[in-house]
Each structure stands twice: as structure tokens, then as C-alpha cells.
């Protein structure tokens, strides 16, 4: 296609004009300096181009500003749908975000076997032993308030989770 608009520029007696150098992509880097130099609103900026690009950490973060309201107002829906992109992707503190935001119905009504469904992801991932015992405390606590039915749900669901990349 290129091609073709540079011919077609030639015929037209135009001077092809040089393609600008493309700009160098945004990385985490870029976010975290953002975010040390207090520029918050840039780094959700880059995080919103990471994350529409599928890189899950950035959609994790990205799900925590509109979460927390870093940049504006709390936006459930959108904390919801950016955490739900990472966590399918395995990312725990996606899975983590999702499970307090249905166990205290943010957004969405309360449904504590979803966040029990959530912690159970959570805690199946490859985990340092401090944070699996924090997750499995939580989730075992959850679990009180559950039926058998529920939970079985829950443990099928962790059995057969596969991270799918974006």
C-alpha cells in the first residue's frame, strides 16, 4: 500500500516525503518512573497503551487505577474488565483485584463464590510461600460461607485454568 501512495505521488510530481522514524515504544519502565516522579496521570496514559496491547501487567495496574480512582473517580466496570484481561492471563494480582471487587460487590453484585472462585485461582499459581499463605488464609476463611457445591465449582474451575497470553 505504501508503495503504491509514493507512486502515486511521484505521478503526481509530489516528492516523496520520508517516513518520520517511528516512536519508540512505552515499556513498565516507563510507568514506574512516571509514577516515582509523581506524574500519575502520564504513567495511566502509558499503562492504557501497554494494556490495550495485552501486556498484563499494565492491564493489572491499569485495572488498580480505575479500582483505587488514581486518576479520577472509581470506575468498577472498567477496574473489572481490565482486571478479568490480566488475570485470564494468570497475573495474581488481577485475580486478587477481582476477588475483592465480587466479594464486597464493587460493581457488580456480591458473590462470594466468585471471589472464592478468585482466590482459588490465585492461590494454585506458582506463589512465594508468604503470599500462598495469606491467599489460602483468605480463601479458607471465605470458604465458611460456602456449600460443598460451590466450592467443588471452584477447585474444577482452578484445575482447569490454562493462562491464555493475549
Request: glycine residues 8%; proline residues 4%.
Amino acid at each position: 500500500m505504501l508503495v503504491r501512495v509514493l507512486i502515486c505521488l511521484a505521478l503526481l510530481g509530489g516528492a516523496a516525503v520520508p517516513l518520520a522514524a517511528p516512536a519508540q515504544a512505552v515499556t513498565m519502565e516507563d510507568v514506574r518512573r512516571a509514577l516515582a516522579d509523581k506524574r500519575s496521570f502520564e504513567a495511566f496514559q502509558y499503562l492504557k497503551e501497554l494494556a490495550e496491547a495485552g501486556n498484563s501487567d499494565a492491564q493489572y495496574e491499569l485495572g488498580g487505577f480505575y479500582h483505587w480512582g488514581r486518576v479520577g473517580a472509581a470506575d468498577f466496570t472498567k477496574a473489572r474488565h481490565w482486571y478479568e484481561r490480566a488475570a485470564q492471563q494468570g497475573n495474581v494480582g488481577a485475580m486478587l483485584g477481582l476477588a475483592v471487587i465480587h466479594g464486597h460487590g464493587q460493581g457488580v453484585p456480591q458473590d462470594k463464590a466468585a471471589s472464592y472462585r478468585w482466590l482459588v485461582l490465585a492461590s494454585s499459581q506458582h506463589l512465594p510461600p508468604e503470599d500462598a499463605a495469606r491467599i489460602a488464609d483468605a480463601r479458607d476463611d471465605l470458604a465458611r460461607h460456602l456449600t460443598a457445591e460451590q466450592i467443588e465449582a471452584a477447585l474444577a474451575e482452578a484445575r482447569s485454568f490454562v493462562p491464555r497470553p493475549e
